[in-house]
């Protein structure tokens, strides 16, 4: 079992920047793909950014160019710097970690999220 602790979610204005931590409690973290979703009042998860264990990364369309994803195997944390921050981007915010094997997810875990505001 995989414990994924969030960190760094709070209220900022729009236009502000917000960075968000997971720390995961595994000693091959490198094997994991790690991702952030995001789910607002009312809407399904929607996922958020993505980054291999190569350390490819993707963003979803509505971020791409404002949020940042990377990873620090050595501290085993995954990070999200949000930028140029919308009300739209509203939402709890999730860590995952999946263990994919020859496409096959073998393990799924998820963090228990943290809250960002974004509010004037």
């Known amino acids: 079992q995989v414990q994924l602790v969030e960190s760094g979610g709070g209220l900022v204005q729009p236009g502000g920047s917000l960075r968000l931590s997971c720390a995961a409690s595994?000693?091959?973290?490198?094997?994991?793909?790690m991702a952030w979703y995001r789910q607002a009042p009312g809407k399904q998860r929607e996922l958020v950014a993505t980054i291999t264990t190569g350390g490819t990364t993707n963003y979803a369309d509505s971020v791409k160019g404002r949020f940042t994803i990377s990873r620090d195997n050595a501290k085993n944390t995954v990070s999200l710097q949000m930028n140029s921050l919308k009300p739209e981007d509203t939402a709890v915010y999730y860590c995952?970690?999946?263990?994919?094997?020859?496409?096959?997810?073998?393990?799924?875990?998820w963090g228990q999220g943290t809250q960002v505001t974004v509010s004037s």
């Open positions: 995952n970690a999946k263990l994919v094997v020859v496409a096959t997810i073998l393990r799924n875990y």
């Open positions: 595994t000693n091959i973290f490198y094997n994991y793909d």
